[in-house]
């Protein structure tokens, strides 16, 4: 019991500075980066899989007007 308290203090003792560390140092870029990825990913798999849409009913991608949080790619 006491052991599992100390395990808990010990982790969040090491993982909130980590964390504050990605958010300060990393967060503001490589969010972005990961998103627009994600996306660009996400259009090329429902073009794969969802081809009878483009093919047969000349389906289009709408462009993504979403304000990011720090900015435009």
Request: proline share 4%; hydrophobic share 50%; charged share 25%.
């Amino acid at each position: 019991m006491l052991r599992d308290s100390v395990l808990v203090f010990l982790s969040a003792l090491i993982l909130f500075p980590l964390a504050g560390v990605y958010y300060i140092g990393f967060r503001w870029w490589l969010e972005p980066l990961l998103t627009h990825q994600a996306e660009r990913k996400l259009r090329r798999e429902i073009r794969r899989d969802f081809s009878f849409l483009f093919d047969n009913f000349q389906a289009q991608f709408v462009p993504n007007e979403r304000k990011y949080r720090w900015g435009k790619f």
